[in-house]
């Protein structure tokens, strides 16, 4: 059973679109953590949050947590090639246990 | 400055034999981890370790063990490599102490065995 539910698991979109990815669970997280990876290269994390509601933004992206904690969503405004790679969401059921990973989005933008 | 290094990067081995994969971290953090990516599955944790002798099993442990005699190496053992341990290897660190900790992964060993 995959505790972290991802969707869509892959995103093939023109540059310049809009896309929202989804990262859903039964489970209440103590955070949610957004990380991008590349071909060849470990995951690099974009983005923690923490409190229900929780809403941050990194240039174009914009991250939000639901309001039970048990979910979030990943926003990007008018996407560009360079945001091509892996989203992957990744959870701690409780503060200091050990991440628990999405299967994670695969997103192509092209020009 | 990558701050942590896995090696090797790419290996090849036969079935039955056993692999040992290091990870060197230099930020001194407390908490390490093994994950194991494949298709269709994700990241999935094998081992990891919250100090120096303290480690403890993850969700997909069997067939593999490891150890940390130091701070700033982790290492995990394939003791008798199959087929079904191909996979990319991902060791990733953290500070469980910092305020919205994140992972800080290593580039991976994509290990392939025949």
């Known amino acids: 059973t995959q505790l972290l539910e991802q969707s869509p698991q892959f995103l093939s979109i023109q540059e310049g679109e809009n896309l929202t990815v989804y990262c859903n669970s039964s489970?209440?997280?103590?955070?949610l953590q957004w990380y991008r990876q590349e071909p060849g290269e470990g995951p690099v994390l974009l983005v923690t949050v923490v409190t229900g509601g929780e809403v941050k933004k990194l240039k174009r992206l914009t991250f939000q947590f639901g309001d039970a904690r048990k979910d979030s969503s990943l926003h990007i405004t008018a996407a560009q090639p360079g945001d091509t790679g892996l989203y992957l969401c990744?959870?701690?059921?409780?503060?200091?246990?050990?991440?628990?990973f999405g299967k994670g989005t695969t997103l192509s933008v092209s020009s | 400055d990558a701050g942590i290094t896995q090696s090797p990067r790419h290996k090849v081995t036969e079935t039955g034999t056993p692999v040992t994969l290091r990870c060197h971290q230099t930020?001194?953090?407390?908490?390490m981890y093994w994950y194991r990516q494949d298709p269709g599955h994700g990241l999935r944790l094998i081992h990891y370790?919250?100090?120096?002798?303290?480690?403890d099993k993850g969700e997909v442990s069997d067939g593999y063990s490891v150890s940390r005699s130091k701070t700033e190496d982790f290492l995990l053992t394939l003791e008798s490599a199959t087929s079904s341990q191909t996979s990319v290897y991902f060791c990733a660190i953290t500070d469980p102490g910092r305020a919205n900790y994140g992972y800080t992964f290593g580039s991976g060993t994509r290990l392939t065995v025949v």
């Open positions: 370790s919250y100090g120096v002798k303290d480690t």
């Open positions: 489970s209440v997280f103590s955070s």
């Open positions: 990744a959870g701690a059921l409780q503060a200091g246990t050990a991440l628990i």
């Open positions: 930020e001194n953090h407390r908490y």
